[in-house]
C-alpha cells in the first residue's frame, strides 16, 4: 500500500497552537467554558506546555493567560 503522508509525522511535530488557533477566539472559548476559572485553566495548560518543551505553545497561553487576565480586569 502506498504512503499517503510520508512526512506526517515530521510535519505533525512542529505543528503549533498558533497555526490552528487564535487567542482572541481562545479566550472567548475558555471563558465560555471554564466562566471565572478560565485564567486557571490557561495558566494550567501553559505550564503543561513548558513542561513537555513545547516553547511555541507555552508563548501561545501565555497570550491567552494575559488576554483572559485584561478581559477580567475590565
Known sequence: MPKIHSNFAASYSELTLWELADPAAT??????????????????????????GREEDYRFWCTVFSKLGNRLQS
Not at 32 to 40: K, V
Open 27 to 52: 479566550v472567548e472559548a475558555a471563558v465560555e467554558l471554564y466562566g471565572p476559572d478560565a485564567a486557571t485553566a490557561a495558566a494550567w495548560c501553559a505550564l503543561t506546555a513548558n513542561f513537555d
